[in-house]
């Protein structure tokens, strides 16, 4: 028995409009594949880096090392020629100091008719010079005054001078200078030449 010719028109409908409602969906989006963790670094390579880091470091050490020994070199060649300096021109500034006592004993001598009156005036004068020009480049006498306890660091005691029983100086003093000493600059250049009071 035949089936009626409107209800197989209806099925072949239905069935095209699901197969065309079905070809017109979108495939469905595949859920984003799931990314692994990142794999830890290989200790070799972090090793190596570490290296790189440290080779870098002793680099950066090693040139200020070398910088500094350069700076302590140029310090020091700059302090030697300094020190040379100042004793060249030291040096200079004393000789420059005597030359007007080389100028006054040349032209006393070269005074011919002189009187022995002009002559001792010539020296004392030149005298007065000489210690200036010695002031003026810190070199003191050292004239210690009779009676000044005995100072081993500046005197030297050529003998001991008994004294008589009714002196009231003191021992172990100086009775006499025979020779100036002299400071230079606080350091004595030479010490003063003494007699020194011998206990009673």
Known sequence: MSEPTENKDSTASAADH??????GMAPAAEAPATTEPAAALDPLAAAQTEVA????????LQ???VRGQAEVQN????????????????LESFADSLLPVLDSLEAGLAVQT??????????EATLRQLKSAMERNK???????????FDPAQHQAISMVPL???STQEANTV??????GYLIAERVLRPALVTVAAPK
């Open 18 to 23: 699901l197969a065309s409602h079905m070809a």
């Open 63 to 65: 040139d200020q090392y």
């Open 53 to 60: 880091t440290l080779q870098a470091k002793v680099a950066e």
């Open 164 to 166: 008589p029983a009714e």
């Open 139 to 149: 070199i003191v006498a050292i004239d210690p005054a009779v009676g000044t306890k």
């Open 114 to 123: 002189a009187t022995p009156e002009q002559i001792r005036e010539g020296a």
């Open 75 to 90: 310090a020091r060649r700059r302090a030697d020629d300094e020190v040379s300096k100042a004793r060249k021109f030291a």
């Open 175 to 180: 009775v006499s200078v025979l020779q100036k």
